[in-house]
């Protein structure tokens, strides 16, 4: 099933012809269903897809055809972008079959190839995790970061490229058991593969030179060796874009995860509708979820007593600020390339009373300008009373005495370690519409944008769906109380479940 008009054959006396793919009776478009049915119906034993001819075509064992034995999937070439390597497994594993496919992936040698496969099988552990909460690890964070088809993949390609050129400074080293001139070989090399053009010894980057499956396909032309390097050069930038962005805060992770992190979660409220649709009711639901995220002093004692290095403990802050410092505790990033750098230069992850583990990390060199080491006794204090006010308390009025959203009679949710989320999940197709016109009313909307949520709760509740700014929750209510026929809420309290986040709950 391919979207070719003819084939190579191998008769009987060994010879190789091409010969058309057209039946007497069939014609072209619609061979290729011919063939399937063939495959179903057990006529055909092999079934032989590309990709271009797959979409539409499904060959799982299906309990209303007669091949139900089980199929073995052998994938020739891994496509580049997990997405699409889902839909074509997809292929042989659908619902309403008697047992599941066997995946064969045919992988070389190659650097391009064999790296690239092990990103896409890392990136679906991490969609299949998504239907099987159970097997998500702590550190399935990063898994995303194994995936190069996103802005970062496209920034460290862009980057790679431009060094290579020479227009850009190095964001990391050519590698140093390179012999020769790593820059410049690159560059003949991604002549030889029309990535970069030369005329008349004058080099130039291809208009497209910064299209990710372009230059995964095309490097596989390229001398082995180069291959190889290159791909390395690229996947180390990609490293160190990512790094880069964490360590400011500012990694995009595309999905918020919320609930995995160790951060405890709670589901207070639900709020159903009931719409009528063209085939019956459909429920739309918006969860208000409560997000612990502060650490109690008992808690981070427990964090604490794994710390074994002499920089990692407690510290606190020289500056003071409304008659307070700030405490926090600091463990060494636990990469082995983080243990080796030089003491300045080594990574630490923070951890604070009300915000928990912080996303931006600090090098050594910053925390000691910031902090001064201490002994647990010492920093209890400050832990304590930083914890307890952040219940209630905004980071502005905990530092400044005051908080100008809270004197204008509104709610700040700044530095508190309990945050309200609001999801919106259930059937929202039908009433998308009117959600994107609230999403985009919102005064700030140029900086609101879709963000897709992924929680659960610490009583094992898990949900997906889009996250509702809380300033947009009540004109959201409003719109769909006019759509439904019918509409009810649930609170949930936790009278009798301890939640463990400390005594001052109850004020
Ligand atoms: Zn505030």
Known sequence: MTGRKGRVVQGDDGQVQYESRSEVDVSLEILNIKEKERFMNSEKDIAIISEAASSGISLQSDRRVKNQRRRVHITLELPWSADRAIQQFGRTHRSNQVNAPEYVFLISELAGERRFASIVAKRLESLGALTHGDRRATESRDLSSFNIDNKYGRMALESTMKTMMGYEHPIVPPPED???DFFSDIQNALVGVGIITKEDSIYQLDKDYNNMSKFLNRILGMPVELQNRLFQYFTDTLAAIISQ????????????????????????????WVGKHATGTAKTEIHTVLVERGLSWAEIQEKWAELTGDLEGFYISHQVRNNKKTAVLAALEPSPANKKKEKNNRMFILYRPNTGMQMKQECYSDLKKKYKKVTPDEAQEHWEEQYKASSHTCSHAYWQGNCRRVNSGLECEIGLRRRTYHVLCGLVLNVWAKVEDVLSSSPHSSSTKMQVVRLKTSDGIKLVGTLIPNNLVGRLSAVMEEECTESYEETFTDEDSKDGTGDDNKE
């Open 178 to 180: 390179y012999k020769g």
């Open 245 to 272: 962005a964490k360590r400011t805060g500012k990694y995009d992770m595309g999905i918020l995860d919320l609930g995995i992190g160790g951060e405890g979660c709670k589901k207070t409220k639900t709020k159903t």
